[in-house]
């Protein structure tokens, strides 16, 4: 409600060009999440964020790690560069070993992407492999860590990747790493397109030499600002998720789907049938594939009222 209210005050002022810095966001961003204003950059979503680092670090004939099943942008901002993607397999659980991330580093490797949690799977790698890994982590990677979920899973045990650009824990030392993170998710402003990048002060320096001018919209800065304000807004978000969650996970086991639980907003499963996305349309739901997983959805969690319409039309059609 408070940021429906401000974005209708400020429709009067659209027709002025928007603070190419995002000045006042940057200033409520910053005092939120403790760290300096210069550590902060904005995107057009976290989405652009990434395209802005692979036009920064990549170039031809460099190498990109991602897991197997990442979320697809990564592939498509890198392969854009010129540069080629080595995919790591995933376990048959679709966990993800970040060791053999480390294993498969070679000499053209420059940029690794992970997504915590995983978009399509749900899945998530917990603080002590983060840790681990970011000890070992050779000095000339840059490892960019896709929090568009955390408000979802910092409860569950995922860690703050904050804390790996200004280090907490004196035993893991500090290395190169971007944490991207969005508005789109826990905080309801997927259609505003804001979102942003967290780096040391130097890799931000270089982000900002391919940052397109006035790339977030004035509406879009105003509705993050009242956003962060309205943090129960996002612990109801939140709570309400899992508890949506929880009714998908025991009406998927009584109709025999098998499930990947999930870190997220949403939950991915093997389709009991064929064609369930048309099947699903023509009851007025739409779910997505779990793109690159064969025979896997992956559905939102929405309102219960949502929910239970999905899994009284999933029960109807098989």
């Known amino acids: 409600m408070f940021v429906k209210k401000a974005i209708e005050r400020e429709t009067l ?29 904005f995107g057009n979503g976290s989405n652009e964020v990434l395209d802005m680092i692979a036009r920064a670090f990549l170039k031809e004939g460099d190498e990109v790690l991602i897991f197997q099943y990442s979320f697809i942008v990564y592939k498509i901002v890198s392969l854009i560069q010129g540069a080629t993607i080595k995919e790591v397999p995933v376990e048959k659980d679709f966990s993800r070993n970040l060791n053999k991330l480390l294993e498969n580093i070679s000499s053209k490797t420059k940029i690794i992407f992970i997504d915590n949690p995983c978009n399509p799977t749900g899945v998530a790698n917990l603080k002590d492999e983060f840790d681990n890994f970011i000890i070992n982590l050779p000095e000339d990677i840059l490892l960019v860590i896709d929090e568009a979920y955390f408000e979802y899973a910092k409860l569950h045990g995922v860690p ?47 982000l900002e030499k391919v940052r397109q001018p006035f790339n977030t919209n004035h509406l879009a800065q105003i509705g993050a600002i009242q956003a962060l304000k309205d943090q129960k807004f996002v612990e109801y978000s939140v709570s309400q998720n899992e508890i949506g969650k929880e009714y998908l996970y025991e009406e998927l086991e009584k109709l025999n789907i098998h499930f990947i639980p999930s870190f997220a907003n949403f939950v991915m499963f093997k389709s009991p049938v064929n064609n369930l996305y048309a099947e699903l349309l023509k009851k007025g739901i739409a779910i997505r594939p779990a793109f690159g997983v064969d025979g896997y959805y992956r559905v939102s969690v929405g309102t219960m009222e949502e929910n239970k319409k999905f899994i009284n039309a999933l029960r109807k059609i098989i």
């Open 160 to 206: 703050n990747g904050i804390n790996y650009v200004k280090p907490i824990n004196p035993k893991v030392p500090k290395k190169n790493v971007i944490i991207t993170r969005t508005f789109s998710k826990a905080y309801g402003l997927s259609g505003l397109r804001i979102g942003y990048g967290i780096a040391d002060k130097e890799i931000i320096k270089i």
């Open 13 to 41: 002022s659209i027709n002025r060009y928007p603070d190419g810095g995002a000045y006042y966001l940057r200033k409520e961003l910053s005092k939120f999440l403790a760290v300096d204003e210069d550590e902060i950059i």
